[in-house]
């Protein structure tokens, strides 16, 4: 599976599913972790979050929404946030809390 897509006849870029490496930090451990990868990623591309045009947030639980909004906007670029969409959603292996996919512009 690809972890980056680029249309370079549109310019956009399209991010997998991320997910923390350490299912073992809480619920803003790993949004921090998702987010750091995130960047990383856009930066191999030649982007970076100023350029998400949306971002789809799945949590284990809403109860971790307040949580993880709280490192969302310390990370979000406050001048061109993306549009949004935040779930409760049964992940993949029972200790992910948190899985971003980002949409961005080159």
């Keep these: 599976m690809s972890q980056t897509v680029v249309h370079e006849a549109t310019g956009t870029i399209y991010l997998a599913g991320q997910v923390p490496d350490d299912y073992t930090l809480d619920a803003q451990g790993q949004a921090k972790e998702v987010l750091s990868k995130i ?60 899985e971003v996919m980002v949409i961005a512009a080159k």
């Design 39 to 98: 960047d990383t990623l856009l930066g191999e591309v030649g982007s970076d979050k100023s350029k998400l045009l949306s971002a789809q947030v799945w949590l284990k639980t809403m109860d971790d929404f307040g949580a993880v909004n709280e490192i969302w906007q310390g990370w979000v670029d406050p001048v061109n946030k993306p549009v949004r969409a935040a779930v409760e959603a049964n992940m993949a292996h029972p200790d992910i809390l948190v």
